[in-house]
């Protein structure tokens, strides 16, 4: 891939190297995000079964197909996504992972589904933000919140976590 003399090499630039290194171009993977936040589930298993990209492919530090499907809720694309391989840590250039768009998709089942696939409760974006406070921002995601704070998430990423199972 050629980087023009203007573009500094980053993390970021390094994956758009690895989506377009991987046979798309950064023209598909732009398409591809948009199908996952249109929620074309049809065009997003077309650009992963049939293109081979990556779940995760990205450009420009954006938010995955997974961040696209649970901030307005899909269930069945983000399932999809995840089967496929989706890394529910992953974080764009604001340090979002999909449960910070989750929370403030206010869907119960996305957050359940990602919580119990490991997704970490209590990780900061670069704001310092965790999921739940997000959420909490928002008085329409209190369901949202109080889920969260069942499954021992904290407000602040340096308040130690609390779990109901303790």
Do not use: Q, W
Request: include cysteine.
């Amino acid at each position: 891939m050629k980087v023009g003399a203007s573009m500094t090499i980053t993390r970021m630039s390094v994956r758009k190297a690895i989506a377009v290194g991987h046979g798309c171009s950064e023209a598909a993977v732009k398409d591809y995000l948009v199908s996952a936040a249109l929620h074309m589930t049809d065009e997003v298993r077309y650009y992963i079964e049939v293109l081979g990209l990556h779940p995760d492919a990205t450009f420009g530090g954006k938010p995955t197909a997974l961040c696209y499907a649970v901030l307005k809720p899909h269930f069945t694309l983000m399932t999809y996504v995840i089967e496929k391989g989706a890394d529910i840590n992953h974080f764009d250039r604001m340090g979002m992972t999909p449960l910070h768009y989750a929370a403030l998709g206010g869907c119960e089942h996305c957050l359940a589904f990602l919580v119990s696939r490991g997704a970490g409760l209590n990780t900061a974006n670069r704001r310092g933000d965790t999921p739940l406070a997000l959420a909490a921002c928002k008085p329409h995601l209190a369901d949202g919140c109080e889920f969260l704070r069942r499954c021992g998430a904290a407000l602040d990423a340096a308040e130690p976590a609390r779990s109901s199972f303790h």
